[in-house]
Nanobody, 123 residues
Framework: VQLQACGGGLVQAAGSLRLSCAASGPTFSYYAMGWFRQAPGKERELVAA????????YYADSVKGRFSISRDNAKNTVYLQMNSLKPEDTAVYLC?????????????????WGQGTLVTVSS
């Protein structure tokens, strides 16, 4: 599967953005999906993940209540709605696909990665 993320940009603190990640191929529903982020000088971290069906989700504590992950298997797309953004959310956001059934929290279980989209939150 090939992944293409978009939707990043510059936003003021407390603002919102919605990221999208489009997947190629007919088997999108076979993959659990995740959104990761990597800030300068920091390790890549999992932000949110969703199961193949979309029925199960996972959120990092730092984004709970502010971010929402969803997917539309008919459109081969996964979304990340980001509300109440903070400057510390500034990072390159990447989507990834994994072969687990549920929303995996283990990076090594993701085997396809998109190119990333930059989110910059100004204070």
């Amino acid at each position: 599967v090939q992944l293409q993320a978009c939707g990043g940009g510059l936003v003021q603190a407390a603002g919102s953005l919605r990221l999208s990640c489009a997947a190629s191929g007919p088997t999108f529903s076979y993959y659990a999906m995740g959104w990761f982020r990597q800030a300068p000088g920091k390790e890549r971290e999992l932000v949110a993940a969703i199961s193949r069906s979309g029925g199960l989700t996972y959120y990092a504590d730092s984004v709970k209540g502010r971010f929402s992950i969803s997917r539309d298997n008919a459109k081969n797309t996964v979304y990340l709605q980001m509300n109440s953004l903070k400057p510390e959310d500034t990072a390159v956001y990447l989507c990834a696909a994994g072969s687990s059934w549920g929303p995996s929290v283990t990076q090594s279980e993701y085997n396809a990665w998109g190119q990333g989209t930059l989110v910059t939150v100004s204070s």
